[in-house]
């Protein structure tokens, strides 16, 4: 069969391949831990009897022979002839690592590498034609030898990459039913010129449109984490290590590329905490500790972002350590260091440059990591914090969107343009005129400051740090808005001329001539066919060469709920893009999603897209709005939203009448 010629073909047996490839390194390594589950060793050899049937269907001969040899010796296994030991267990993997290199292959080529994998087919022999009666140590010494005699020098090659993305059958039918009704409401519109009937099935048609493709492309965490018992396993017995992996929340979703995007600095924090973080048995033993090491990872949803921490209980960040190993390679001065916290100290493992490792390995020692992994989160609007405790282990907490295709935004305005504060970095907003600003607003050796709850926090006037406009220190304005955002674990104040509204934009890349300005995570085409640039919050703190206040780590209420701010129980609503709050009791009325409003002997009904919630939280600054029928916008639960005045509302109704 020329697979060349019938790319669907070969494209769907890539796809599950890859799937049964990756199932089988994480049923290999949980057999290492279970060698007598039968019905484990009967599933990974039916796994591996599928590949090589499937390979004899399209004449791929080399995958077909060496899946026919790692077949003889799963039968011997599941057949009691064998004893599995980790030696035998290494060599299946082998297996596993030789056909996802002829799938890389395939994919890229059309074809098999052409390695006949001589190595691992004798290698695989020698263990199908041992005696019936060897026990597993004897299995283990043979091969042991024969593999130092005989063994795939270079490294394998990168797996396929995975072009597909498999969706529920449901949410493919409710896609074509949205679909049809876009069109028969088009149709509607074009034929009555527009009633606004139409137009409000319209945008709710679109908004659940838009809903359902996103969906389509949120995948499991699991994606990648699926990968990472294989990492570890290996990366164990090369250490000499007892590594137990536990994993938490596996089943939270995120889009896809999110997920692409963390793939690599993910799988090296993983690296680098079996090999810096835990210790050998004997060195654990001594400290009292069990053998074995646990690393553990957790994903969670939170405040409209995905949480992924990787923590151990190895032997932690020695901050003296880190000092030192910065001073002896020059990237820190001994005055910096000298006023440094242990936290600060800590940190400086995000060096480029640094590493803590006394010889270069092939596993780390060339200080090329964890500065690369930050640089990769910060790029898709992420952030990574390390805490860590000496002798107890560490924590990395990464927090990164939900997707990278549409986010909420704060649109602002700055020197007379306009730009996007996304709304996973805006903690608060605060808005202050007249006396009132001198009192807040202060300078300190020339830096501007905001006096809140008794501390300091900086301020950064946006136009000033984009070259638009130079400050003079002293200066107040007479209308202070600023929004306070979060980069790193940090906070500050980003005055700007004035705050919008809260809108879910579509992110465009940048050009590539300017994708290396740090400012910017990207742009964003507004309603009236103009370009908003979206604010990289930690480019700019990094641009200005800002010290941030650090987020007190005693802080319990939710993000954006406003320090000291008195708790409100609100209804949440959406509008179009907009999510509004009523402020007055409410109930459902009719069919249509609605709220039944009164004030004094006047009533009426609002009719809105949906009704969220009602929610009881911190609501905080709040900004006027040049709008009747808007109290003011506010942030309330971690997001912005518009307050509705409803008597305005009511007594406008009235007047209309």
Known sequence: ?????????????????????????????????????????????????????????????????????????????????????????????DLVDALRVESASLQTTSKESGNGWEDLVARLKQAESMPATAAGPEVAESLAVLSTNQKPAAPPAPEAPDTTIRIDVGLADKLVNLVGELVLVRNQMLESGG???????????????????????MQPVSVVWNKLPRVVRDLGAQLGKQIQLVQEGSETEMDRGVIEAIRDPLTHIVRNSCDHGLERPEVRRE??????????????????????????????INGEKVRNKALEKGLVTPQQVAVMSERQLQELVFLPGFSTADTVSSISGRGVGMDVVRRNIQRIGGSIELASQTGAGTLLRIRIPLTLAIIPGLLVTAGGQRFVIPQASLVDLV?????????????????????????????????????MEACDAGWCPEVLTAAFVEAKGRRFGLVVDAVQSMREIVVKPLGRKARGLN???????????????????????????????????EETQARGAGEGAARRTMLLVEAGEYKVLSTEPARL?????????????????????????????????????????????????????DVLDLKSILEERKAAR
């Open 431 to 467: 808005r202050a005129s007249g006396a009132q600003v001198p009192k807040v607003m202060q300078w300190v050796d020339d830096n501007p400051v905001f006096r809140r709850n008794g501390r300091l926090w900086p301020l950064l006037f946006l136009k000033q740090v984009l070259g």
């Open 519 to 553: 400012v910017y995570a990207g742009a964003t085409i507004l309603d009236d066919g103009n370009v908003a640039l979206i604010l990289d919050i930690a480019g700019l703190a990094q641009k200005a060469a800002l010290e941030c206040v650090e987020a007190p780590p």
């Open 195 to 217: 009633e606004s009937q139409a137009r409000q099935r319209l945008n709710l048609i679109t908004s659940e449109l838009q809903e359902s493709v996103m969906k389509t492309r």
């Open 589 to 641: 009325g009719g069919e249509l999603p609605a709220i039944v409003v009164s004030h004094g002997a006047m009533r009426a009904a609002l009719v809105v897209d949906r009704i969220r919630d009602i929610r009881s939280a911190g609501f905080s600054a709040e900004r006027q709005v040049n709008h009747p029928a808007i109290e003011c916008s506010a942030v309330f639960d971690g997001q912005v939203c």
């Open 1 to 93: 069969m020329d697979l060349a010629q019938d790319r669907e073909i070969l494209d769907e047996f890539l796809v599950e391949t890859s799937t049964n490839l990756s199932q089988l390194d994480l049923d290999l390594v949980e057999l290492e831990q279970r060698p007598d589950d039968g019905e484990l060793m009967n599933r990974i050899f039916r796994t591996i009897h599928t590949v090589k049937g499937t390979c004899g269907f399209l004449g791929l001969s080399g995958m077909e022979q060496i899946s026919h040899v790692g077949e003889n010796v799963l039968n011997r296994l599941r057949n009691r002839e064998l004893r599995l030991n980790p030696m035998l267990v290494s060599l299946i993997l």
């Open 287 to 316: 400290r009292g500790k069990p053998e074995a090491g646990t690393l553990r990872l957790k994903a969670y949803q939170e405040s409209g972002q995905v949480v992924i921490e990787v923590a151990d209980d190895g032997a932690g």
